[in-house]
């Protein structure tokens, strides 16, 4: 309840998981039926880089107004996205610029500024639902959808300790309640302990076809620091794991600074 996103809005972290987003929703597209898309930590929607938040982190200059300048053909459909909605867009803006006329969306955020910030977004949107309740909750509630086909994307702030937990035991019962979902799960690289304690409980559970994306901008030497992150994909789309090396390159080249350790990375946690 104290995490606020507006502090953090358009750093690299945002700009990988942003970038992936989108290719994720795109592969969607290339069916006519409509998809759903549960968006379990929505934020507010969208964000003003030259309000006080932003500025006092000044964390977006080394993070989409660095990246915004990049040339790379796999990043062009994300930055034409970002260009054209204007303030920073969260995930609820993306997903919501790419559903076509019946694919449907539901946003939940906890709190309660941030809720009614998205209310006021996709008021008298019919094809956008805004629910002020945990995501955590909404992975049993909310599932499965009519739709039969869409994106679960979790993206947590993780400010509690067990939050790599959560995130696996939120992962296991989302996916029984959708077996056929793509589920893409966010999460940081402080240090690696965590996160190899991660991926066991990823291949400890029932949950098959998972791979892991992630970005490192130096060795992972300093809890105290956001190092790099990852996004966790189960049941990915046909041949993205390469779409997904090639973005998250991309994002490394246009925010990296060459330090020791930086590298992006596909590992296949568990086969189909």
């Given amino acids: 309840m104290n995490y606020r996103h507006a502090y953090h809005a358009g750093n690299f972290a945002d700009c990988f998981k942003h970038a992936l987003l989108v290719a994720l929703l795109d592969s969607f597209a290339r069916k006519p039926t409509p998809y759903f898309v549960l968006d379990t930590h929505a934020g507010a929607g969208g964000y003003d880089l030259d309000a006080d938040p932003a500025q006092r982190t000044g964390e977006a200059d080394s993070g989409i107004r660095r990246l915004v300048h990049s040339t790379a053909p796999e990043l062009a459909r994300y930055l034409g996205l970002v260009r054209e909605l204007g303030l920073y867009p969260g995930s609820p803006a993306l997903i919501r610029a790419v559903l076509r006329e019946n694919d449907r969306l539901a946003c939940c955020e906890l709190h309660p500024e941030d809720a009614a910030a998205l209310r006021r977004r ?5 094809q956008v639902e805004v629910h002020e309740r945990s995501g955590w909750e909404a992975l049993t509630g909310l ?8 994106l679960v994307f979790v993206d947590p ?3 509690a300790k067990d939050e790599f937990q ?3 035991d939120g992962l296991v019962r989302g996916h029984e309640r959708f077996r ?12 690696m302990a965590a996160v190899r304690g991660f991926y066991a409980g990823l291949r400890s559970s029932d949950l098959r076809d998972i791979i892991t994306v992630e970005l490192h901008l130096r060795d992972v030497t300093d809890p105290d620091r956001l190092n790099g992150c990852g996004l966790a994909v189960i049941n990915p789309p046909y041949q ?20 020791v350790g930086a590298g992006a990375s596909v590992i296949r946690l568990a086969d189909e």
Avoid: C, T
């Fill in 122 to 126: 996709f008021r008298r949107d019919p």
């Fill in 143 to 150: 599932l499965p959808p009519k739709e039969k086909r869409g």
């Fill in 157 to 159: 702030p993780f400010e």
């Fill in 166 to 168: 959560m995130l696996v």
């Fill in 180 to 191: 056929n979902g793509v589920f893409a799960a966010w999460y940081p690289i402080k240090q």
């Fill in 240 to 259: 993205f794991e390469e779409q997904a090396l090639s973005i998250a390159h991309a994002v490394l080249d246009g925010v990296g600074d060459g330090e």
